[in-house]
Structure formats: structure tokens, C-alpha cells
């Protein structure tokens, strides 16, 4: 009988019986591990919690607490709730092995066991909660490294809203992880012009997250103000399509004239804008020729869309992760939903309208968390 060589992990042998108590130590012995013993239940918790140990074998009938009371004390203290158990017991009735597994043991051994099949459960238990472990490791490890990438992010969005006279602004960001690959930005332009990126790269996280960056990094280097919106598309298909692939970005581009109430729309995949008409209290997603997302092919060129806008009218720019957001019944929230929504609170500021519009479809899924990143920017004409 060879052991494992377990090294410095710790095993703790509860077990009323000296007899029993001695065999099962010299039985582990050559495990390398190192052995504790408890002759009662109450002696098993306090060492428990003193020392942690990386798996406990536990006897079912003991005097004063048995092992499952024992075992439903561990299980209901977070620091101990994660040593695996394992039941060693004369009890060979199918409910007991029932009841010791469904108050969270991982294993049941009956008595009078076989010292190999011991040793091989308590090499396989140990070996799975040592994995456990590390695994929790380098959980916490990239969960540090994303909330790092979320955080160099977020520095790439405009740090402040402009001042824009005749239109209030607002945004909404969040990601559905640490960082994701909803992007938005705004260029001010000559001639009392403003352009409107709102962007959503494939997939989520750290890929999704690189592919903002690129495209942020593309928009800020076009070579002059990006006042033609069919123009600044083409640009960033170009240089997207060398690097992209597999992945791709959808895109909205839209230059706001703000001395006439203008739209120049140029969309690549992207959902086309919402605008609200105030006149006639009815919200519409704006038709308006596209191509598809960046990143795939080159374009032979790109179609532009015109609109105009009145005084208290609204225009919504947003990536999808809003209206494709589940609840818990697997529907999404959807355009209409969104159109409604930016119809309701009439005279409402733009950062009070984008809140009860989150309300509701935080309200719609009910708990469920968001599968995808989500971004709103708002302008209300004055």
C-alpha cells in the first residue's frame, strides 16, 4: 500500500472509537499528509476551526453531537462550509448515506472499509479540493486583471458631457462584466457641428474591450474633423479590416448640426437611432440605409442618411445590449419596449429620462443580471 504524498495538506479523523481512530491514522500515514484527531463532535469543530483542515473523515454515531449535526455546523459556517467530508460510518442504510450527502458531505465510506479504497478517496477528494482552490486563485487573479482593463476603459470615454446650445445631453454606460466592448464618443466639429459615435464590439470582456480601444484609438487619429459621417465609417472599415478578424464592431455615426437642427446618419450594423417627434408625441426607430459591421470587408462606400429635428424633440443613440437584455423567462426587453419608453416622461431632463428608461428594464428582467454591455446617449432638442 503506497500513498500519494499529499505534502503539507491537513486531514482531520473525527471517530469516537481509539481502535477505530488508530487504524485509520496508520492507515493515512503514508499519504504524507498531516493527520488530527477528534474523538467527539465538539473537539472535531473546535480544531476545525482552528486549523482549516483540507478534508475531514467523519464517523456518524459519536457520543454528545453526532457527525451530522457536525457536518451541518461546518456547512453552516462560510469559513468551514468548504472542507470536503467525508462520512465513514457502520450505517450502511441507503437514507443515511442520503441525508450525510445532502447536508454537503462528499463522500460515504462504510465500516469496516478497505484501507486502499480510503487512501484512493482521500487522494481524489484532496486532489479536487486542492484544484478547487486554485482555480478560486486564478479566478481572484483575472478578476483583478479585468477590473484593471475596465478601468483603463473607461478612461477612454469622454470624461464630461459638452455644453451644447439648443441640445441637453445624456449618457448612460455599464458593463455586463469588468470591461466590455460598448463604446461612445464625441468629436465637436466646425461651423457649430458635433459628431455622435456610439459603437459595440463583438463578444464581451477583454477581447471586446481591446477592440473599443482600437476603434477609440481610429476615431481620435482621423486625419481631419470627422464631419462626414459616410467618410469616418469608411475610415474606420479600413483600418478595422486588418486587424478585426474574426471579430467585428457595429457602429452609428451621427453629425448634429446645431444651428439648423440637423442629422448626417451613417450606420454599420448598428440599431439606427430612436428619435421622438414631439409634435406628434410618437417615438420611431429612424430608417436609414446602413452597412454592414466594421471589420469584415472593405466598403464600397457608404450611405448617408438626413434627418431634421424640431424643439423638444429626442434622439436616442444605443448599443443592443438594452433591448436584447433576458429576464428570467428568456424574453428580451426589445425596440418597442424602448420606443415607449422614450415617449413617457414628457418634459423630463435628458439624465432623469435615460433613468426611469434603466428602471424599467432593470424592472422587465427581475433579477436577472445583464448578459451584455449597454450604452445610451440622449439629446433633447431645447
Known sequence: ?????????????????????????????????KLLVAKDGETALAI??????????LDIMMPGIDGFEVCRRLKDDPAQAGIPVIFLSALTDTKDKVRGLQLGAVDY??????PDEVIARVNTHLTIHRLKREVESKKDELENELEVVSDVQRRLLPKNLPEIAGLKLA????????????????????????GFLVADAEGHS????????????????????PAEPGDLVYFLNQHLCKVADPSFVTALYVV??????????????????????SSDKKAIEYTCDGVFPLGIDPYEQVPVTEAELQPDDRILLYT???????????????????????????????????????????NFANGRLADDDQALLLGIVE
Open 109 to 114: 465510506v462504510s465500516k469496516p472499509f478497505q
Open 320 to 362: 443592443d445590449g438594452v433591448t436584447e437584455r433576458f429576464n428570467k423567462d428568456g424574453k428580451t426587453y426589445g425596440e418597442e419596449r424602448l420606443l415607449r419608453q422614450l415617449e413617457a416622461n414628457p418634459g423630463s431632463q435628458p439624465q432623469e429620462q435615460l433613468a426611469a428608461i434603466m428602471k424599467d428594464v432593470d
Open 206 to 225: 477583454a477581447p471586446a474591450a481591446v477592440m473599443m480601444a482600437m476603434t477609440c484609438a481610429l476615431f481620435r487619429s482621423y486625419p481631419e474633423p
Open 171 to 194: 449618457v448612460h454606460y455599464e458593463t455586463s462584466l469588468y470591461a466590455g466592448g460598448d463604446y461612445y464618443d464625441i468629436a465637436k466639429l466646425p461651423d457649430n457641428q458635433w
Open 48 to 57: 476545525a476551526a482552528k486549523a482549516s483542515p483540507d478534508l475531514i473523515l
Open 256 to 277: 448634429y448640426d446645431a444651428n439648423h437642427h440637423t442629422l448626417k446618419i451613417a450606420r454599420a450594423g448598428h440599431p439606427p437611432p430612436m428619435i421622438y417627434r
Open 1 to 33: 500500500m503506497t500513498g500519494n504524498n499529499m505534502g503539507t495538506e491537513s486531514i482531520l479523523l473525527v471517530d469516537d472509537n481509539p481502535t477505530n481512530l488508530q487504524v485509520l491514522y496508520q492507515t493515512l500515514e503514508s499519504t504524507g499528509c
